[in-house]
């Protein structure tokens, strides 16, 4: 018992970095760069394609959306919860600038993948 | 993103309130929360409406026991426990309670969302840069290290509201101010309230800090002292020394040694001395405990003094000292020859009875010396408090033992002489009744086991030789007079006077003032000048004083130069000190008839006092002045009544006894009572009505019966003094007071002639020889 408190106090505490940013989660994201091109690397395991927007402002590229859970089980009740629902959203800026770039997406094994290419 | 279209579960809140943003971990336990916080996990998007409740007690709140303004919330994480569910909510933004959809089995409601409000302007931004100041303040109150890093938190928060909401979850509001929070409908109002509780809390947190300060200023210089003291022990250590606390103890545990205490004694006090090694100086027991056990070692628990028991040298003693007094040195002759008898025999507890100035207290003295014991004095004149008798319990502060032990102390001995002065001037209020004490102290039953209040030990009082000195019985209780043996030691003759000054008050008032009696002599008849001219008391204590001034006027006349004998005589008395104060004028010249002299004791001596009466022809009724008091008006009436009835006898004019009568008792200023001027009374009456002069030389003192009888009174040796004083003749007393002229001087019975009367028609005779001849015997 009193673990489960310490636990849930600690991982209370680890987000309370940035408690009142925003009202919604945020979703761990890597970057690569690579010799002319840079890779952004969501972590959005879960989310539904059609609740994923993905927008560029100047430099900063921002992806928002929504996680819903879903039922696999009958009768399912939850046990234990970690993962965030709901909306989310998480920004990442790069030495670029986004509007004259290049950018595809693909979404692989739960992973949400930008690639960007800029033009100039 | 949340559907308000459809009711969503509520999540009623117990003593606090979830802000928009704000992460909040809760403990859900009720079977109804869990119900609510289950539905909303088996949610998509995990929402739930979070309300605070109104009042905590509530168990099963619906919506009329919430408040109407909540926050929409995510539910973030969950893990079970047991019968609970903890979770993670985060506030997601405001919204307002619509209506109850369920309430089993868990509440759900349609709720609408507040929109973030968006007033902003000059004084907005006045105020949330006011907050953020005093903010800083606070947080540097609460904790100066996490004061940058919470202050860059803050900082983080974009929005002003949300700072807000941020500030309220780190001072401890109230939850009905942190809802007046969540519900303001503008920013300005949020800031203003929000400006309100930090100002508070600051305050708050002021006083706080003061009291802490003051308090850790406090302990610190308590605890500087006890290093400084245990340094100082240990200083005093290492020099071998004893710190003064044990010092005081060792000195005293070598007094117990030495002072030779009874056995259950002893152990009491070394009780208390263990007590005393366990405290420390400071304690205000300590100082007590201390003058208490000083006082225990310093009585006289075992030490006496040993009786001087030759009989004739204890005789030539008191008779140095004292003139006359027969009766009491006899008593201590006797007591004396008991104790070469016995020498356990009770000492006896003896009270001197007797007017100012004849020599009581210095009788005690000379007693102590003359059974060689230690003589101490204790004036119990005005004294009221018992405790001052029988000591304070040593609870209270400045406990004192009582005056007794007080005087066994200074003693030293437990067989003084202890003079009880004034015993008849003993006060008595609400304070307790110290004679009351005294019974116990004056009760040789009882003293050998005495128990101060201070002391708490019994003492051993028996073989103390108590005198109690007194003016007057009367103003003591029957009790306590019961207890001691009354000595009566009466005024003085004049011829006693007279051989008191040769004897004693002359030589030490020639010592007093440096003259020896070849520079001065008095002649016996200036002697007799001083006594009956210039003093008027029982005592002796004016006399001394006048004889003193001559002395004194004396020694002038000696340091101005004169070498050669001064001798005065009865004639140079005047001119030093003026004209005669007291003449024999008591005698009247001349006698009218009605006039008749009677005697009176005062506690200062006896008086001669003289009756007068009068008729009154228009009225019938009895006057009487003079400060007269009930029985002596009782006494007058009697006599008139008695008169009146035996006209026959006595051959009284009948038209006389028709007429009233005013009778006059001078001095008027002085009140009279009792019975004796009875005679006297009856005696003027009878020679107003039969118009017959009574013998001027001629003095009375009688109670009288309606029958005619005469009864005995007191007081008979001051009174004939008196009488012989005033210049009488002839004295007539009541038949049964025959036996009390033993006690006169011889030279006064010599020089009187008595008459002692069994009926008022003796004393008529007597006194009005003119009257009736048939009488005469």
């Known amino acids: 018992m009193k673990h489960e408190v310490r636990r849930i106090l600690q991982s209370f505490f680890n987000e309370a970095t940035e408690p009142y940013g925003a009202t919604c989660w945020c979703p761990s994201a890597d970057i690569y760069r690579a010799q002319t091109r840079w890779l952004v690397k969501f972590d959005l395991a879960g989310v539904?394609?059609?609740?994923?927007?993905?927008?560029?402002?100047?430099?900063?590229?921002?992806?928002?959306?929504?996680?819903?859970?879903?039922?696999?089980?009958?009768?399912?009740?939850?046990?234990?919860?970690?993962?965030?629902?709901?909306?989310?959203?998480?920004?990442?800026?790069?030495?670029?600038?986004?509007?004259s770039a290049q950018i595809e997406t693909d979404y692989r094994d739960g992973m949400l993948l930008v690639v960007i290419t800029p033009t100039a | 993103?949340?559907?308000?279209?459809?009711?969503?579960?509520?999540?009623?809140?117990?003593?606090?309130?979830?802000?928009?943003?704000?992460?909040?971990?809760?403990?859900?336990?009720?079977?109804?929360?869990?119900?609510?916080?289950?539905?909303?996990?088996?949610?998509?998007?995990?929402?739930?409406?979070?309300?605070?409740?109104?009042?905590?007690?509530?168990?099963?709140?619906?919506?009329?026991?919430?408040?109407?303004?909540?926050?929409?919330?995510?539910?973030?994480?969950?893990?079970?426990?047991?019968?609970?569910?903890?979770?993670?909510?985060?506030?997601?933004?405001?919204?307002?309670?619509?209506?109850?959809?369920?309430?089993?089995?868990?509440?759900?409601?349609l709720v609408n969302p507040i929109p973030t409000p968006e007033d902003w302007d000059t004084n907005e931004e006045a105020l949330h840069r006011e907050i953020l100041t005093i903010a800083s303040q606070i947080l540097s109150h609460i904790n100066p290290q996490a004061q940058s890093a919470l202050q860059q938190m803050i900082g983080q928060v974009?929005?002003?509201?949300?700072?807000?909401?941020?500030?309220?979850?780190?001072?401890?509001?109230?939850?009905?101010?942190?809802?007046?929070?969540?519900?303001?409908?503008?920013?300005?109002?949020?800031?203003?309230l929000m400006h309100e509780f930090l100002v508070h809390e600051l305050r708050v947190l002021e006083v706080r800090k003061k009291i802490s300060e003051q308090a850790q200023s406090e302990l610190s210089r308590e605890q500087r002292d006890y290093v400084l003291r245990k340094q100082l022990r240990a200083i005093q250590a290492e020099l071998g020394e004893e710190n003064p606390e044990q010092a005081d103890v060792a000195e005293l545990r070598r007094r117990v040694e030495e002072a030779d205490l009874p056995e259950s004694i002893r152990k009491e006090v070394d009780r208390e001395l263990a007590r005393m090694e366990r405290l420390p100086s400071a304690a205000p027991d300590y100082q007590i405990t201390r003058s208490y056990l000083e006082l225990v070692v310093e009585l006289p628990w075992k030490r006496t003094t040993s009786d001087q028991l030759d009989l004739l040298h204890a005789r030539d003693i008191l008779d140095r000292d004292h003139f006359g007094l027969e009766k009491v040195k006899a008593r201590i002759i006797?007591?004396?020859?008991v104790m070469k008898l016995n020498a356990s025999a009770r000492s006896p507890i003896l009270c001197f009875v007797g007017p100012p100035g004849v020599g009581k207290t210095s009788l005690g003295k000379s007693i102590a010396a003359a059974l060689g014991r230690e003589f101490v004095r204790e004036s119990l004149g005005g004294l009221s408090d018992e405790a001052e008798l029988r000591g304070h319990r040593r609870t209270y502060i400045g406990a004192m033992p009582g005056r007794i032990i007080q005087a066994m102390r200074r003693a030293g001995v437990r067989n003084p002489v202890i003079m009880l002065d004034e015993i008849d001037k003993l006060g008595r209020d609400f304070r307790g009744d110290p004679a009351a004490a005294l019974l116990e102290i004056l009760d040789p039953a009882q003293n050998n086991q005495f128990r101060d209040n201070y002391l708490n030990l019994p003492f051993d009082l028996s073989q103390v030789f108590f005198i109690a000195t007194a003016n007057t019985l009367d103003t003591i209780p029957r009790?306590?007079?019961?207890?001691?043996?009354?000595?009566?030691?009466?005024?003085?003759?004049?011829?006693?006077?007279?051989?008191i000054a040769r004897q004693y008050l002359l030589p030490r008032q020639l010592l007093d003032v440096g003259l020896t009696s070849e520079q001065l002599a008095l002649t016996d008849a200036a002697l007799m000048k001083l006594i009956r001219g210039y003093t008027r008391e029982s005592g002796v204590r004016s006399l001394e004083r006048t004889i003193g001034s001559v002395c004194r006027k004396a020694a002038t006349a000696f340091a101005s130069g004169r070498t050669d004998t001064l001798t005065i005589d009865a004639a140079d008395i005047e001119p030093m000190l003026g004209h005669e104060r007291y003449r024999l004028q008591d005698l009247r010249k001349k006698i009218e008839p009605g006039v008749a002299a009677g005697l009176a004791w005062t506690p200062v001596g006896g008086e001669v006092l003289y009756v007068e009466a009068v008729l009154l022809p228009e009225s019938k009724?009895?006057?009487?002045?003079?400060?007269?008091?009930?029985?002596?008006?009782?006494?007058?009436?009697?006599?008139?009544?008695?008169?009146?009835?035996?006209?026959?006898?006595?051959?009284?004019?009948?038209?006389?006894?028709?007429?009233?009568?005013?009778?006059?008792?001078?001095?008027?200023?002085?009140?009279?009572?009792?019975?004796?001027?009875?005679v006297t009374m009856a005696t003027a009456l009878a020679s107003l009505y039969s118009h017959q002069p009574v013998r001027r030389d001629v003095a009375m003192t009688g109670e009288i019966t309606l029958s005619g009888l005469v009864l005995p009174v007191g007081g008979i040796r001051e009174k004939v003094l008196a009488a012989h004083r005033a210049g009488m003749k002839l004295i007539i007393l009541p038949k049964a007071n025959e036996p009390d002229l033993d006690e006169l001087p011889e030279g006064v019975r010599d020089e009187l002639q008595f008459v002692f009367a069994e009926n008022v028609e003796e004393v008529v005779a007597a006194a009005i020889p003119t009257l009736t001849p048939h009488l005469q015997p």
């Open chain 2, 621 to 678: 009724e009895l006057a009487l002045t003079g400060q007269l008091g009930d029985v002596m008006k009782e006494s007058a009436r009697t006599a008139q009544s008695f008169v009146r009835s035996r006209w026959a006898e006595l051959s009284l004019e009948k038209q006389a006894l028709q007429c009233g009568v005013h009778i006059h008792v001078p001095a008027g200023a002085t009140p009279k009572d009792g019975p004796s001027a009875g």
């Open chain 2, 334 to 337: 006797e007591h004396l020859a």
């Open chain 2, 158 to 192: 974009e929005s002003p509201i949300h700072q807000v909401y941020v500030l309220s979850s780190l001072i401890s509001l109230k939850i009905e101010d942190e809802q007046r929070l969540l519900a303001a409908a503008t920013q300005h109002e949020a800031l203003e």
């Open chain 1, 48 to 99: 539904r394609p059609e609740d994923l927007q993905l927008r560029t402002e100047g430099r900063r590229l921002v992806v928002s959306g929504v996680r819903r859970d879903f039922a696999i089980l009958e009768q399912q009740q939850a046990y234990s919860m970690e993962i965030s629902y709901n909306r989310f959203e998480r920004a990442v800026e790069l030495p670029l600038d986004l509007a």
């Open chain 2, 479 to 499: 009790p306590l007079l019961d207890r001691i043996e009354v000595l009566e030691v009466t005024g003085y003759s004049d011829d006693e006077k007279f051989r």
């Open chain 2, 1 to 109: 993103m949340a559907d308000y279209t459809k009711p969503l579960p509520v999540l009623p809140l117990k003593t606090s309130v979830l802000f928009p943003h704000q992460m909040l971990p809760l403990v859900v336990g009720r079977p109804n929360s869990i119900a609510a916080v289950e539905a909303a996990l088996a949610t998509e998007d995990k929402t739930v409406a979070i309300f605070s409740q109104l009042q905590d007690e509530t168990e099963d709140p619906r919506g009329e026991d919430l408040f109407t303004v909540g926050t929409l919330a995510v539910i973030r994480k969950m893990v079970r426990n047991d019968e609970m569910i903890q979770i993670v909510v985060q506030g997601i933004e405001r919204v307002r309670w619509q209506e109850e959809v369920t309430a089993t089995p868990y509440l759900t409601a």
